[in-house]
Antibody
Framework: QLQLQESGPGLVKPSETLSLTCNVSGGSISNTAYHWAWVRQSPGKEPEWIGTIFFSGKAYYNPSLKSRVGLSVDTSKNQFSLVLSSVTAADTAVYYC?????????????WGLGTLVTVSS | DTQMTQSPSSLSASVGDRVTITCRASQSITTYLNWYQQKPGKAPSLLIYAASKLQTGVPSRFSGSGSGTEFTLTISSLLPEDFATYYCQQSYSTPFTFGPGTTVEIK
């Protein structure tokens, strides 16, 4: 059974960089049938797609965050990571990592439990 | 960006009721439409993908239909565990976007 687990600081100061890692177990991150994604959800709001990365390292991002976000993958550790720079209170959210099926219709079929990140001084 | 809307934003229903939720896209997304269920404090869980295909392990009382810009999620007979928030999501073009959600509450 595939499992995804997010890890990282739960509190980040304004203007600093948020860094999270998603550990994948029960399946290989190098499987070409899947892509790997980050999704966040602010309190009381719908989920927001942040970005998706392939095992090769190619990534694409939500344009609303593109200037501040970076994804990377470590196939040797079966994990992928998110960095978001210059954070503000608006970046406070539960951050989820998820698996996206490829090809059509690219649904998110497995999700991590999520980790709450609060931006506050 | 493709904007997603859902109606109603919330509804009250009783166990055994038939419930229908509508999702609309601001442009055609063919059948690149997925539905998720989310319970408080939990991650979203995939119910339906490609507009009408039931995810493995999801009960058959859930069904989806539609194409283009209008889609529906139907729960044929509501069970207590179905009280949750439901989101549609388009995967046709980036940025992938979610609808604002429909909360199904107990009447």
């Amino acid at each position: 059974q595939l499992q995804l687990q997010e890890s990282g600081p739960g509190l980040v100061k304004p203007s600093e960089t948020l860094s999270l890692t998603c550990n994948v177990s029960g399946g290989s991150i190098s499987n070409t049938a899947y892509h790997w994604a980050w999704v966040r959800q602010s309190p009381g709001k719908e989920p927001e797609w942040i970005g998706t990365i392939f095992f090769s390292g190619k990534a694409y991002y939500n344009p609303s965050l593109k200037s501040r976000v970076g994804l990377s993958v470590d196939t040797s550790k079966n994990q992928f990571s998110l960095v978001l720079s210059s954070v503000t209170a608006a970046d406070t959210a539960v951050y989820y990592c998820a698996r996206r099926v490829s090809p059509f219709p690219y649904q998110f079929d497995y999700w991590g439990l999520g980790t709450l990140v609060t931006v506050s001084s | 960006d493709t904007q997603m809307t859902q109606s109603p934003s919330s509804l009250s229903a009783s166990v055994g009721d038939r419930v229908t939720i509508t999702c609309r896209a601001s442009q055609s997304i063919t059948t690149y439409l997925n539905w998720y269920q989310q319970k408080p404090g939990k991650a979203p869980s995939l119910l339906i993908y490609a507009a009408s295909k039931l995810q493995t392990g999801v009960p058959s009382r859930f069904s989806g239909s539609g194409s283009g810009t209008e889609f529906t999620l139907t729960i044929s007979s509501l069970l207590p565990e179905d009280f949750a928030t439901y989101y549609c999501q388009q995967s046709y073009s980036t940025p992938f976007t979610f609808g604002p959600g429909t909360t199904v509450e107990i009447k």
